[in-house]
Every structure is written in C-alpha cells, then in structure tokens.
C-alpha cells in the first residue's frame, strides 16, 4: 500500500522568511496531493491540493510543487505570518476519485515573530 | 451551517464499555469518512462510506463498526474501549468521483477511555 513520509516534523522559521516541508511517496498510482493545515485543537482544512496531470500550483503565499518521476511533493509558504502557525499534513490519494487519502506525520510549523 | 458535525466532542469513558459516535454533514456529498489521530497526531483512515456502501475497510479491530442509515450520516460504533483507542476521531465528506474532491472534516470526538 502507499506510504507517505513527511519532513521535516518539526519547523521554526522567522516571520516573513519562508517555509519548506517536504513529502515523499511510494505508490506511483498515487495521483491527487493534498495539504491541510490543523491549528491547535481544529480540524484538519484543505489549504491547496495537485493532481499529478500539474506539476506546480500556486495560491497566493502557498505553492505546492510535484515531482512525478522522484515521487516527492512540497509545500513552499512565503512571505510568512504569525498565524500560519500549524501543523501541516500532506497526503497521497489513489484511485478514480483519490478517496483513500493517506497522510504524512505532519509538520509543526511555528512562526516566530 | 455546520457542513460536518459529530457528537459528542468528548468522550471519557471506562475500559470495556461500549460507546458510540455520531456524524452528520449537510452538505450533499456522497462519501463519509472516519479517521484516527492518535496522541502523536498521526491521522489515519479507518473506513469510508459511498451512498451508504462500504468502500474502504482499513487494517481496523472488529470492535469498531461504521453505520452510515443513509448517506448523510455515518455512525461509529466502538465495543469493548481499550485503552489504545483513546485518540481524537474526525469524521469527514467528499463529493462523488471522478474527480478527487476536497475531503470536509468533522471538528473531532476526543475519546478517553480510563
């Protein structure tokens, strides 16, 4: 089955610079890439998402890159702020509708002011 | 306007008993899903519902069993708790294939079994 690895787990950055979190997968049937973010105590909300037709996407500061051939996908927050502060999953789904989602280990992101 | 609502939000109960948690969403979608995150915050697939049909039966223990009366609602149904299933359990929809949709998550049951 598909495994998903997610670095790094943990990440501090100094507001406004840029964070990176990687993923990586092993199931090359994987082909829909979603990120969610989870603030302390909420639920998990999708903040943007790939099929594997794409290779980049962007969404104002969020930008999500695939790479189909190395099976690796990353997440890239810019010009970042206080209340991105979360922790980020991402996620592979497999099949004609990608239902079965399986998740990384998660990245706490914390934004230093 | 709740999309996705579970009950209860807490759950504390004694090894051994028998405990039930509830999901709704409004939101028209086809498919219902429920998830584990343990204390590590691992978030992990258990099963997912499509009009009503079981589609995905993850590596779960026969002590937890899915409902879904119709395909508004999907029920969890937990017997014999042990203490390993203490975890926080979100329930969460999506629209019908083809296409991969956005999955809505539910805003979490935590259960404590003592």
């Known amino acids: 089955g598909e495994n998903v690895e997610q670095h790094p787990s943990t990440l501090s950055v100094q507001e406004g610079d840029s964070a990176v979190i990687k993923c990586t997968y092993s199931d090359s049937a994987s082909n829909y890439f979603p990120w969610y973010k989870q603030e302390l105590g909420k639920r998990p909300q999708l903040i943007i998402d790939?099929?594997?037709?794409?290779g980049e996407k962007k969404d104002q500061r969020i930008a999500v890159t695939l790479n189909k051939t190395a099976k690796h996908f990353s997440l890239h927050i810019t010009e970042t702020q206080p209340e991105d502060s979360a922790v980020y999953f991402c996620?592979?789904?497999?099949?004609?509708?990608?239902?079965?989602?399986?998740f990384g280990q998660g990245t706490r992101l914390t934004i230093n002011p | 306007d709740t999309a996705v609502s579970q009950t209860p939000k807490y759950l504390v109960t004694q090894m051994g008993n028998d405990k039930s948690i509830k999901c709704e969403q409004n939101l028209g979608h086809d498919t219902m899903y429920w998830y584990k995150q343990d204390s590590k915050k691992f978030l992990k697939i258990m099963f997912s519902?499509?009009?009503?049909?079981?589609?995905i039966n993850e590596t779960v223990p026969n002590r937890f069993s899915p409902k879904s009366p119709d395909k508004a609602h999907l029920n969890l149904h937990i017997n014999s708790l042990e203490l390993g299933d203490s975890a926080v359990y979100f329930c969460a929809s999506s629209q019908e294939p083809p296409s991969p949709r956005e999955q809505y998550f539910g805003p979490g049951t935590r259960l404590t079994v003592t």
């Open positions: 996620a592979a789904g497999e099949g004609q509708g990608a239902q079965k989602l399986v």
């Open positions: 790939i099929r594997s037709n794409v």
């Open positions: 519902y499509n009009n009503k049909e079981l589609i």
